[in-house]
């Protein structure tokens, strides 16, 4: 995630490689990231202590160590963070440092096409907030919200979200080939017609129900395959789905804060 990011910003040029520093503990991965993307790098997480802008992008269960390392930023500094799970006062707190902004993003900032869903507490200045939009613009779209809160939820919507959409990929696929269809025709079928029907909904100022309305004909194919999705409770099982990733997401937060 880390590395998209820093894709993302040199490929739109919004940043000269030789500002960014890069702390990776791998001997292997630091020289890789160096040659592949021109930037500073280093083993060590002190020496990025004196960046405007440090970013953690480590696993959960690595954050607590780097940010004993961290510890003695100065006010002016920024800290953005897109570890899952990991609140604001456990970072406030372990740093003893402020200004601080909570990211959520997903999978398809991979290629730049993701969704990052953030806040920032009130120490983040305006020109910071500007530049928090900027960095994840790198990833794709963000949306910012006003309190910690919708985090969770984002984490159940967004961030999850591409796990739902793959399932639901793999089953059609999987429905296709059933039928008759070899697996790379399959494939090409569904995932074609997902991308375009996105891009369609997208595009369109419809509400997906009327756009369903619009190729359900009276006694037609979608009328007897949504009929079967609804008797499936399709609906009921998605929402359910994402209450559970939900209430998972804010019993993980508690976790970590305790
Ligand atoms: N992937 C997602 O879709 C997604 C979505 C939302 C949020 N996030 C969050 O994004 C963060 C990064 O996820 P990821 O999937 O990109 O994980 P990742 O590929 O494992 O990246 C973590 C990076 O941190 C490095 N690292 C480990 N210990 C370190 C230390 N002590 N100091 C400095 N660097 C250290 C790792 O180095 P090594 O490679 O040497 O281990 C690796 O380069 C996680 O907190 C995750 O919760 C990810």
Same mark, same amino acid.
């Given at each position: 995630m880390g590395e998209a990011m820093i894709q993302g910003l040199i490929t739109k040029h919004?940043? $000269? +490689?030789? @500002?960014i520093t890069v702390c990776e503990p791998r001997t292997e991965r630091r020289e890789q990231l160096k040659q592949q993307h021109k930037v500073r790098v280093t083993s $060590?997480?002190?020496?990025? @202590? $004196?960046?405007?802008i440090i970013v953690l992008s480590v696993k959960p269960q690595d954050l607590n160590k780097v940010l004993s390392e961290l510890k &003695?930023?100065? +006010?002016n500094q920024l800290v953005i963070s897109i570890v899952a799970g990991a609140r604001i006062k456990t970072i406030n707190d372990a740093l003893t440092h402020s200004a601080v902004v909570r990211v959520m993003p997903n999978t398809p900032a991979q290629i730049g096409e993701g969704i990052s869903v953030w806040t920032a507490t009130p120490s983040v200045n305006k020109e910071q907030l500007g530049h928090v939009k900027t960095i994840l613009q790198a990833l794709g779209n963000e949306v910012q919200v006003e #309190? #910690?809160?919708?985090l969770d939820m984002a984490t159940a919507v967004s961030g999850t979200g591409p796990s739902y959409v793959f399932l639901v990929m793999e089953a059609m696929i999987d429905a296709a080939v059933h039928l008759g269809f070899a697996r790379h025709v399959a494939y090409q079928l569904v995932t074609e017609t997902m991308r375009g029907s996105i891009l369609y909904a997208m595009k369109s100022s419809k509400h997906p129900a009327e756009l369903r309305n619009m190729v359900?004909? +009276? &006694?037609g194919t979608s009328a007897a395959a949504l009929y079967q999705l609804e008797k499936g409770n399709l609906r009921t099982v998605i929402s359910r789905a994402i209450f559970a990733a939900y209430e998972r997401s804010k019993a993980l937060g508690e976790t970590d804060s305790h």
């Open positions: 919004l940043i $000269d +490689p030789s @500002k $060590d997480n002190r020496d990025a @202590k $004196d960046s405007s &003695g930023l100065k +006010p #309190e #910690e809160k919708y359900t004909s +009276p &006694g």
